[in-house]
């Protein structure tokens, strides 16, 4: 079974510059979360979604980031305008279940952020 | 919202020898408990998860135990390995349906020493 895809896996902006991440979550799997990773730091949630729908975006800055999964399936997560504090590795996840509970989550390998 | 935290920073063991991490968590309606492991440039990985109606969990060389009175629980590796050298983050979530992202703790670096 194919795992969570992330592209890319790596992206150097500078400040003040608009920057895109792309989630291809597990087949069949109808939740996907996008998580960001500060260096030293265990991952936060920013948004999670089902099918199509936001279910929790509290965590997410919406002044600049905002996040899509249109069709359900891949999601995509955009940050404009990038600040220094945005550099870290996003995590994409997905889980199977709909209405819980104890839906096990798997993580794709992630995209470094620099933001210089 | 929820808060776990997660000791220590850092564990250094000899090679064989066991590993236990430890955390707490704040929010009692926290009725899920995964523990994921971190290789460098990796997306964490699950190793192990609890449930809050279970009080210990093994799988192989590995356990996990939760107290849920105490809101706190540990992950046990024993015969420890070379390749058992990662972060490792303790989680915790809400699961009913919905909303069931995981708060996660700092992590350990555990090192075995050969």
């Known amino acids: 079974e194919a795992g969570v895809a992330q592209s890319p896996r790596y992206k150097i902006i500078e400040k003040r510059q608009s920057v895109a991440f792309w989630c291809n979550p597990i087949?069949?799997?109808?939740?996907l979360y996008w998580y960001q990773q500060i260096l030293g730091q265990g991952p936060k949630l920013l948004i999670q979604?089902?099918?199509?729908?936001?279910?929790?975006d509290s965590q997410l800055p919406k002044d600049r980031f905002s996040a899509e999964r249109l069709k359900g399936v891949d999601s995509t997560l955009k940050i404009q305008p990038a600040k220094l504090e945005d550099s870290a590795v996003y995590l994409c996840?997905?889980?199977?279940?709909?209405?819980?509970?104890?839906?096990?989550?798997?993580f794709g390998p992630g995209t470094r952020l620099t933001v210089l | 919202g929820e808060n776990v935290e997660q000791h220590p920073s850092t564990l250094s063991v000899q090679e064989g020898d066991s590993a236990v991490i430890k955390c707490t968590y704040s929010?009692?309606?926290?009725?899920?408990f995964p523990w994921y492991k971190q290789e460098l440039g990796k997306g964490p990985q699950l190793i192990i998860d609890?449930?809050?109606?279970?009080g210990e969990k093994k799988d192989q060389r590995i356990a996990v135990t939760l107290n849920k009175t105490a809101k706190h629980f540990s992950l046990h590796i024993t015969e420890t390995q070379p390749e058992d050298s990662a972060v490792y983050f303790c989680?915790?979530?809400?699961?009913?349906?919905?909303?069931?992202?995981?708060?996660f703790g700092k992590g350990t670096h555990l090192i075995i020493q050969p």
């Open positions: 996840a997905s889980s199977f279940g709909t209405s819980g509970p104890y839906n096990e989550q798997f």
């Open positions: 087949s069949g799997h109808a939740t």
């Open positions: 979604f089902q099918n199509n729908g936001v279910v929790d």
């Open positions: 929010d009692s309606a926290s009725n899920y």
């Open positions: 609890i449930r809050s109606n279970v």
């Open positions: 989680a915790a979530s809400i699961q009913l349906g919905g909303a069931d992202g995981l708060t």
